[in-house]
């Protein structure tokens, strides 16, 4: 489960495209839909903040939980910069002792993809269930087993932005239903490039597991949503989202 290591620092600018300001809308739609109004969040998986901070602004109160120190510390900066008070917590997803509890949580962004073994799911669900209040809704989104396989697959990648560039090299394991990536990425330093590395796994998730697991866990009222649209996700959905409730 740890990354992003390298990538922290670079994480928003390599993400300026993603609408975080869409996906917060349509995580209070959601709320919306189950008929909840919560006042406490806590959004695991947290990364730099682009789930977490915004939805603090919106009014919430907001905790946020992430393994990488690199990835917390810049998401402390931002809060700071943002005057948000959010307190951070370094915790790994499949072992969650948290001494509150909340009316809802979120995983966004593919968190749910990178805890690889069944039981460590299985615990992370249950301990989501745990910390939720009774009629909290859990919302969490992951890629999709298309995109996976047929978008990322096997692939090489190459992005660059200003200075900076990375090549992602993908590796998938479709009879472990696995994808491994590569990331090197060159950032520019006294007129050369340096190179660092990060290598990212991930697992292909289906739809009926992950209502399997949600049950079993506890949860009621499971969601399956398309990518930021109330409709049943296609065959050739990349993200899909899902909302169930501790009732």
């Known amino acids: 489960m740890e990354s992003y290591n390298y990538l922290a620092e670079y994480y928003d600018m390599l993400m300026d495209d993603v609408d975080y300001d869409a996906w917060c809308s349509f995580i209070e739609d959601i709320f919306n839909n189950y008929g909840v109004k919560p006042d406490t969040i806590l959004d695991t998986a947290c990364g730099t903040g682009n789930i977490t901070i915004p939805m603090a602004v919106k009014g919430y109160k907001l905790s946020g939980v992430d393994i990488s120190d690199e990835m917390l510390a810049v998401a402390e900066n931002k809060a700071r910069s943002q005057k948000q008070s959010i307190k951070f ?12 509890s909340y009316d809802s949580v979120l995983c ?37 087993s298309y995109k996976l396989k047929e978008i990322l697959g096997d692939n090489t990648l190459f992005q660059e932005k200003d200075d900076f560039c990375y090549i992602w090299e993908n590796s998938c394991f479709e009879d472990e239903e696995i994808i491994e990536m590569r990331l090197n990425f060159f950032v520019p330093e006294n007129g050369l490039y340096k190179r660092l590395e990060e290598y990212h796994t991930q697992r292909i998730y289906s739809i009926d597991y992950l209502r399997k697991q949600l049950h079993e866990a506890g949860f009621g009222n499971i969601s399956v949503y398309d990518d930021l649209a109330f409709r049943e996700p296609t065959d050739t959905s990349q993200r899909i989202f899902f909302a169930a409730q501790r009732i």
Request: glycine content about 4%.
């Open 89 to 100: 917590i370094k915790q790994n997803l499949t072992e969650l002792t948290l001494n509150k």
């Open 108 to 144: 966004m962004c593919d968190g749910v993809n990178y805890i690889i073994e069944e039981m460590d799911l299985k615990n992370f669900f249950s301990s989501v269930y745990k910390t939720m209040n009774i009629n909290g809704v859990f919302v969490f989104d992951i890629s999709s």
